[in-house]
C-alpha cells in the first residue's frame, strides 16, 4: 500500500505553516486575495501552468479549462492557483517557438521552485508546450500531470475534408501552380480552422500529446479528446481531483519514467506516423529525466511498427475522427505487444491496466500491423541518415516522402537564407530540375537561431506548373509536423557551426540512400579539406537578448537542443526562506 504523506511533509508548509514573520506574511497576503484562511491552510497547494494566450488559438480554451481544473482541485481538498506561462503558440510566434521552448521548460520549473506549490497540472499542447512544460517538471519532480489541449474540430472545404498545416502547404502549392484563384485562398482561410485546439492532423501537437500520454504523463487517454468536446473539460476536472491524490501518494515523474516509458512513447510515435519534430523534444526530455534516448534507439522503433493511424498526414481522417475511432488507448492496444504494460502512470495504474478494456470502432482509422496505412516496406514514420553530410545524423520521415525519390542522385542548388531561396525559386529561368536537390543552410539552432520550420522548401513555380509535387530536399533546419515530402531534416552538426553542409555548392552531386541510411555529397575528402580552410561563418550572433543566450548555449539537433546548463537529471534544492 502506498504511504500517504503527513501534511507537515507538504513542501508548501514551509511558507504557510510556521509561526514566524515570514509565515505569517505569506498567510496575510494569501487572505489578501480574498481567501478565508479555512480556504488554503492544510491543503495542499496545487500549481496549474497556464499556457493561455489570445495570441494562442489553439490554446483560447484553457482559461475555462483552468477553471474545471479548479473545480476538482478544491473537490479533493486541494488549493488551486493558476499562474500563467509564456504560451509559445505555433504560427504567430517568430522566428519560432523552438528558441522560446527552453524558455518555457525554465519558466515551467522556476515556477514550481520558487512557489509553494506541491503538486500540478499543466495546460499545454500546441507543439512546444508539451515538451517544454514537461522538461521544467520532469527537472523539478514533484507531482505533475500533463492536461493537453485537445484537437481542433474537423475541418471541411467545399466537401473536401481539410486538415490544418497539411492543406494549406496543399493548397498553397495549388496557388502557385494557378489551380485555385486568389478568392478560393480567401475563402479557405476562414473554413479550415473551425475551433479552438491543436492541429486536427497528427502535426507535432498531437504527435507529443500523443507520446507524453503513452509515457503515462496524462490520464488515459486524454491526448485523443477534442479540445471542444464537453469530455475535455471533465477530463480537465479529473485531473484536478487526481493531482491532490498524486500530492499525496509522492508519485512524481522520477517514479514514473524509466527507459521504457520513454520506449512506449515510441511506439505511439511511430504508429502515429508522428512528426520529426519529436526526435529533438524526446532527446531533450529523456536527458531531463536522466534516462539515455538517442537517435537510434528512435530508430530501430521506427523499423518494428509501422504507420497505423489513418490520419493526415500520411492517412486520410482527422483527428476528430481518431477519437470517435477509439483515440488513443485503441491504438496502443492493437501494439500492445510492443510496450511495456508494467509501466506506471499518472492514474497509479499501469498502462497495461489503462488500455485492457480500451476498443476499436473503425479499424479503417486504426489499423495494426496487418493492415498498416503505410507497410514498413514502403516508408517509415522516421528515418535517420547518416555520411558525409551528416556526420552526427539527419532525420527524415520516409512514409510521407515520394517512393521515387528514396534512392536520389542529383545536382545541389544551395541558399544560405530564406529570403534568397523564396526570391529565386520562382524565377522562371531558374536551372532546375525535379532531378536537383534543394539546400537550405544556417537555418539550426545556433544559425537561425532556433531551428525553425523552415524545412519544407517551397517547390520551384515553374516545376509546379509541370505537376511536380515533392522533390529531395535538405535543411539543417525542421519541418512542420503537418507537412510531406522527401525533406531530410536537423543536418547535424549545422551549418552555422561548421558541419559540412556549410561547404556544399550548388552543382555538387548529392546521393540519398534511405534503405542503406546514408546521405552524402559527392565530394572527394581533399576537396572538402581545401573548403573548409576557406569557410568562414555566415549566421548572424546576437550580442543580446534570449538569442544570444540560446546560440551560447544550445546543443546539436541530434542531442535535442537543450541548453547545457539545463540538460541533465541534477537536482537543484529548494529555495531557502528567511
Not at 74 to 103: D, H, I
Not at 178 to 199: F, H, P, Q, Y
Not at 297 to 305: E, G, H, I, P
Not at 355 to 372: H, K
Request: charge should be negative; aromatic fraction near 6%; include cysteine.
Amino acid at each position: 500500500m502506498t504511504r500517504r504523506k503527513d501534511l507537515s511533509e507538504l513542501r508548501s508548509q514551509r511558507w504557510f505553516a510556521s509561526d514566524d514573520m515570514r509565515g505569517f506574511a505569506h498567510r496575510q497576503r494569501t487572505q489578501q486575495m480574498g481567501m478565508r484562511r479555512e480556504e488554503f491552510m492544510g491543503r495542499p497547494v496545487i500549481g496549474i501552468i497556464n499556457t493561455w494566450s489570445e495570441m494562442s488559438p489553439c490554446h483560447a480554451h484553457l482559461r475555462d479549462r483552468a477553471e474545471a481544473v479548479k473545480r476538482g482541485v478544491w473537490q479533493a481538498g486541494g488549493y488551486p492557483v493558476e499562474m500563467p506561462a509564456l504560451s509559445v503558440g505555433e504560427v504567430m510566434v517568430k522566428p519560432t517557438t523552438m528558441l522560446y521552448r527552453n524558455f518555457l521548460a525554465m519558466e515551467c520549473e522556476e515556477l514550481l521552485r520558487s512557489h509553494p506549490i506541491d503538486g500540478a497540472v499543466l495546460l499545454g499542447g500546441c507543439d512546444k508546450s508539451t515538451p517544454g512544460l514537461l522538461m521544467g517538471a520532469f527537472s523539478m519532480d514533484i507531482p505533475v500531470i500533463y492536461c493537453p489541449a485537445g484537437p481542433m474540430a474537423n475541418g471541411q472545404w467545399r466537401g473536401i475534408k481539410t486538415g490544418a498545416g497539411t492543406h494549406t502547404k496543399k493548397y498553397w502549392d495549388e496557388l502557385r501552380a494557378g489551380n485555385i484563384t486568389k478568392d478560393d485562398w480567401v475563402d479557405l482561410e476562414s473554413r479550415m480552422t473551425r475551433s479552438a485546439g491543436t492541429c486536427n492532423t497528427i502535426g507535432t501537437a498531437s504527435t507529443m500529446t500523443s507520446i507524453a500520454d503513452a509515457m503515462g504523463m496524462t490520464l488515459p487517454g486524454a491526448s485523443s479528446i477534442p479540445a471542444v468536446d464537453s469530455g475535455h473539460p471533465r477530463m480537465a476536472s479529473a485531473c484536478g481531483v487526481r493531482i491532490v491524490e498524486m500530492v499525496w501518494e509522492d508519485l512524481k515523474p522520477s517514479d514514473i519514467l524509466n527507459k521504457a516509458s520513454f520506449e512506449n512513447g515510441l511506439v505511439a510515435y511511430m504508429a502515429m506516423g508522428g512528426s520529426t519534430n519529436a526526435a529533438v523534444h524526446l532527446i531533450a526530455m529523456a536527458n531531463r529525466a536522466g534516462v539515455t534516448l538517442t537517435l537510434d534507439d528512435m530508430s530501430a522503433m521506427a523499423a518494428k511498427v509501422p504507420v497505423a493511424a489513418n490520419v493526415f498526414p500520411s492517412g486520410e481522417y482527422l483527428m476528430e475522427d481518431f477519437y470517435f475511432a477509439g483515440g488513443l488507448n485503441a491504438l496502443l492496444k492493437k501494439f500492445s505487444h510492443h510496450l511495456d504494460l508494467s509501466r506506471p502512470t499518472v492514474n497509479g495504474r499501469t498502462i497495461g491496466e489503462n488500455i485492457a478494456d480500451a476498443e476499436c470502432w473503425n479499424n479503417e482509422i486504426i489499423r495494426d500491423e496487418t493492415n498498416p496505412v503505410v507497410p514498413l516496406s514502403k516508408g517509415k514514420t522516421l528515418e535517420v541518415l547518416r555520411g558525409n553530410l551528416a556526420p552526427n545524423g539527419a532525420v527524415m520521415k520516409s512514409s510521407a516522402a515520394n517512393p521515387k525519390f528514396l534512392k536520389h542522385v542529383g545536382p545541389a542548388i544551395v541558399f544560405d537564407d530564406p529570403a534568397t531561396m523564396n526570391k529565386t525559386l520562382d524565377n522562371p529561368d531558374l536551372d532546375v530540375t525535379e532531378e536537383t536537390v534543394i539546400i537550405l543552410r544556417n537555418a539550426g539552432p545556433v544559425g537561425a537561431p532556433g531551428m525553425p520550420e523552415w524545412g519544407n522548401l517551397p517547390i520551384p513555380k515553374k516545376l509546379l506548373k509541370q505537376g511536380v509535387r515533392d522533390m529531395v530536399r535538405i535543411s539543417d533546419a525542421r519541418m512542420s509536423g503537418t507537412h510531406y515530402g522527401t525533406c531530410i531534416l536537423h543536418v547535424s552538426p549545422e551549418a552555422a557551426v561548421g558541419g559540412p553542409l556549410a561547404l556544399v555548392k550548388t552543382g555538387d552531386l548529392i546521393e540519398l540512400d534511405v534503405a542503406a541510411g546514408t546521405i552524402n555529397m559527392k565530394v572527394s575528402d581533399e576537396e572538402l579539406a581545401a573548403r573548409r580552410a576557406e569557410w568562414k561563418p555566415t549566421a548572424r550572433i546576437y550580442e543580446r537578448s534570449f538569442a544570444a543566450l540560446y546560440q551560447q548555449h544550445v546543443s546539436q539537433a541530434d542531442q535535442g537542443c537543450d541548453f547545457d546548463f539545463l540538460s541533465g537529471p541534477a537536482k537543484v534544492p529548494d529555495p531557502v526562506i528567511f
